[in-house]
Nanobody, 118 residues
Framework: QVQLAESGGGLVQAGGSLRLSCVAS????????MAWYRQSPGKQRELVAS???????NYADSVKGRFTISRDGPKNTVYLKMDSLKFEDTAVYYC????????????WGQGTQVTVSS
């Protein structure tokens, strides 16, 4: 099992930026993909971005060109740089880690709240 600790959320005005961090600990040797999800009130949790061990990335259409996911292997940390934030980006953001078969290695953490004021 992998434990995850998300941080970096906060209140920001529309057009502003934030950088989220997620540190993984525990049985990290099986981690292949690190990902960020988000959930807004009344909506289902959705994938925002993911990054594989080799560096390939995937983004939701709604954040392409504005968000950048990156990963620091030695620190077992994944980042989500969010620029040009919009009101609709307001959500609780969660990270997740998967093995190479796409199976989750962690439970959902508490997440970090991002609030964008219009």
């Amino acid at each position: 099992q992998v434990q995850l600790a998300e941080s970096g959320g906060g209140l920001v005005q529309a057009g502003g930026s934030l950088r989220l961090s997620c540190v993984a600990s525990g049985v990290i040797s099986s981690i292949n993909t690190m990902a960020w999800y988000r959930q807004s009130p009344g909506k289902q949790r959705e994938l925002v971005a993911s990054i594989r061990t080799g560096g390939s990335t995937n983004y939701a259409d709604s954040v392409k060109g504005r968000f950048t996911i990156s990963r620091d292997g030695p620190k077992n940390t994944v980042y989500l740089k969010m620029d040009s934030l919009k009101f609709e980006d307001t959500a609780v953001y969660y990270c997740r880690v998967l093995n190479r078969n796409g199976n989750s290695l962690s439970s959902w953490g508490q997440g970090t709240q991002v609030t964008v004021s219009s």
